[in-house]
Every structure is written in C-alpha cells, then in structure tokens.
C-alpha cells in the first residue's frame, strides 16, 4: 500500500501513452484503453480508466451507490447503504484460467470525510451462484492522499462473469476512485533449480497449502517441482464443504486433491472442527436462536458434525491420508489452557474435542491419521497447553494420531523454540508435523511497509537456514513440513492483520523466483552477509 498526496492521474497518463505507443492502443467510445499484445517477456496492459473522457468508461454503481466522473475527472461514488455498496467494473473477457492477473486502483475520500477502511473484491459468478475473493483487504484511506490498491488475482475454472468492485469494511463514506490498471503478468518460465522435496526427501515429506488458481498455469509447474504433498488452505474447512446444512460442496477441494494425485503427491486435509470459518447455521437451533448449554443442543451439535464428518469421509476415503480434526482449541491465557469458543461455551468444556476424533475414528478407514492443530506451540505456555490436553486425551483413550506445528513464526523468533516443542512431544508417542510454516518479516503485525526492506530477505535466508537445521536434526521425528502458501503474493499474510504489500514469507516471490529463502535451505554459500542488526 502506498499513498501519494497528488492525484495519480499525471503518473497514470504517461504510464498509457507509453503503452499506447508501443502496443497500438485503440481508445473505445465507452472510455477504456486496450493494448495489442505485448512481447512475452513483458507484463501486458489489458484495460485501463482514467475517466478523461468525461465518462464512467464501464465503471457503475453497486447495489445503492452511485458512480459519477466530478469535475477534477475522478469517479465519485455516493449513496452508498451498505458496506458492499460501491462501484464495480466488468473484467470477464479479459481474464483467462490459469493467468495472473495485476490489478491496481487508486482511493481515497472526499474532502471532511473521515477516514474509513476499504477493500477491493472481485464477484465470481460461476453457474448462478456468486463468490467473492479479496484482492486487496481492509487498508486506512483518508482525504488527504491517494491510495494504492494493488493485488494479484487469478481464476482456476471459467467464470460467467467477473466484477472487480470497491467496498468498505464498516463506513459508508463517498468514495473517490481513479487510475484503474487491468494487467496481465508476464510468466517467467520456472527456474532449473534442484526441488525442494528432492532436497528433503530423505528428512521428511515437503508440503504446501494452496487454493485452486495455484493447481493451474505456471504456479501449478512450481507446486508439481517443488512439493511432495498438498493441504487444501480454505477448501475443505466448513464453510467451504457445507455453507447451508445438509449442502455439501467439494468441487474447489476436488480441484487440488485432483491434481495431486496426478501428480503423485500425498493429501492433507484441514480441517474438521474449526471455531472459525464456520457458518453461522451450525451454533444456531430450529428456530434460529444461537444454542445454549443445553443436552439437547449437545447432541445436535455431535449429529451435524458427525454428519459432516460422514460425508467427507464417504467422499475422500483414504486419498486424504491425515486430517486436522480439531484446529486451534488451545488458549493459554485462560485457566484450563483452552479456547472458550462456541464449542466450548454450548458443552461446558472440551467434552467435544473427545467426541470429535471418536466421530473421526469411527468414519475414515484406520490408515488415516487424526491430528490436532494449533499456532504458536513453539512459545512454553502454549506447548504446555498442549502437552496437557493431548496427555489427557490419550490416557482417556481418544484416538488422536498426531499434532501439528503451525510454525507461523518471524524471523527474529529463536529457531530452537520449535526444536524443544518437537523434542518434549516425543514422550507422547504421537505423530509430529508442521502443517502451516511460513517466516514472516515484519518488525511487528501492525506493520504496513510499501516495499519489502532487502535487508530482511537476506535475514529470512539465514533464519530458514537455521530453521531447517532445527527441522532436519529432528527428522525421525516429524512426518511433513508444509508451507502456507507457494510463493508470496498469495500469502494471507500480505492481508492479517492488516494490509502488509511487503510481506514475503516464502520461498518463491511474486514472480515465482526463488528468494534467498529458498538457498538458506539448499545452499547456504550463496547467501549474502548476515546484515548488521
């Protein structure tokens, strides 16, 4: 995110003229800007607006709002009675499957307007039903400078209709909108580099967490090289297999389970129980009232999830081969060392973590193994609350197989912490993994940088080479070591807890390069010098 206190329209006309004359622009009456195709090497502008033709040039109002070019030829959006109420722009004929895409706006408020948080969104229109994906997430805009909003965006299966729109988080402020860019992002080919999962093989299975534009075009040929095993980041938690009870949705899930094991790779599966991510219907009674500590409420809670359970279970058998049955149940700063969340609140206490892997045990063959997941079990309190609670479980008999690391972690956090976490679980007798990893490189999690400090990507290389150093002592010891994402633009990170353009956690960059991340782990000589703190 960047802020400019002038208007980006001078920036914006000289970037499309020197496109203009060097692709052959063809400026339509309805105002938009499209280029003949550009050399490979070479990003592609598709579309822009920059409402100098006194027109909205394909932009309208959404839902109540309003969009309108004011006198300065920037869109003004007004009336808006919602916070999905903005202005949106039709991009469906310029997006192709399995292509990345560049898209880029500039925001800000109108003078004496207070400044609110705002998002852009894409509407996903696929055979009568919508879904919507972030591009760029809650970021601070104010009347005082310009905005950038700038994101990656790609589809994995063919759309009937493709909006990108402007919205709010909660303020229903006018909103001024210009420089709109529609970019096609040039494809490196994949670098000839010696796959991680060949480097790791005889350590332990190497992972990542991907959403399906990621099993498609050129991101797909670096998942394929690199990675033995895949997780399914959002596509198979409970809002996305049953968003209405009794409605059960794999087809996002089946995409990247499909191409795993096309391309021979093992399957996790995340996950069963989550306090998060769940629809709203499942805490709630016949009536609509929230449900209350009650037996009956109990039990209608264990026969939805045990009903959800069934199903995924009849649906994948054993090509899942581990699942994360209850995810992020661990709180240390309550007195028991548990989450008190709606599960938590409608049985009183972790009664329904017991009931969920016997649900589990009971529906997927024997050879799957049940694990739970939880972040920060590298810190003691937490890995102390872990400990208990996965003691208790196996002295009452509950049929838990394993735990996962989550490993998000940065890279000022000592490398041994999960090292001792791994070593202390061994007494346990349970499998071990580490199901989310990633290094972010911000200073602090309210941190929003415009750029990625050099610097810190030189120190992430030397922190995954003694992070992986950690990992590979303990080899006997874990089962997979996943990353959350495959490379960085699509990091959650880049939107948790605020909009972050400069985080790079992974191995790859935007452009599917490596980093020195990725030679931290295969070859620490050519790292550069550890910059001076």
Known sequence: MTTTSSTPAARRRTVLSAAAAAGGAALLPAGFVTLAASPAHADDLLLATDFSSGTTE????????????????????????????????DITAHIEVGVRY???VYLRLPAGETAADLRTTVQRDVGGVSHYEGVRWNTAVTDAAWTEFSGTYSIAQAADRLQFYVESDASLTPILLDAFTLTRIAEPEIQDLLPLKDFLADDFTFGCAVEPPEVVGKPAELLAKHFAQVTTGNQMKPESIQPTEG?????????????????????????????????????LDANGEPLRRTRAHQTLLLQRLEAHVKAIAAHYGDRVWAWDVVNEVLDPEEADGLRHSRWYEVFGGPKYIEKAFKIARKAFPRKVKLFINDYNTEFPDKREAMFNLVQHLKCEGVPVDGIGHQAHVDYRRDPALLGESIDLFRELGVLQAVTELD?????????????????????QGWYYKELFEVLRERADDLESVTMWGLYDAVSWLRTWPVSRPHEAPLF??????????????????????????
């Open 58 to 89: 394909g932009w309208a109002g959404r839902g109540a709002a309003t969009a309108a070019v004011d006198p300065e030829q920037r869109l003004l959006i007004t009336g808006r009675t919602a916070t999905w109420n903005g202005a949106a722009i």
């Open 102 to 104: 560049q898209l880029k």
């Open 247 to 283: 409605v059960f949705d794999f087809s996002r899930a089946d995409q990247i389970v499909d191409f795993a094991e096309a391309n021979g790779m093992k399957i996790w599966g995340h996950t069963l129980l989550w306090h998060n991510q769940t629809p709203a219907w499942w805490f």
């Open 439 to 459: 290094v972010s490189v911000s200073d602090h999690m309210e941190e929003s940088l415009p750029a990625t400090p050099p610097e810190r990507l030189i120190a």
């Open 508 to 533: 790859f960059d935007d452009r599917l390069q490596a980093k020195a991340a990725y030679w931290g782990v295969v070859d620490p000589t050519k790292l550069e010098p550890m910059p001076e703190a």
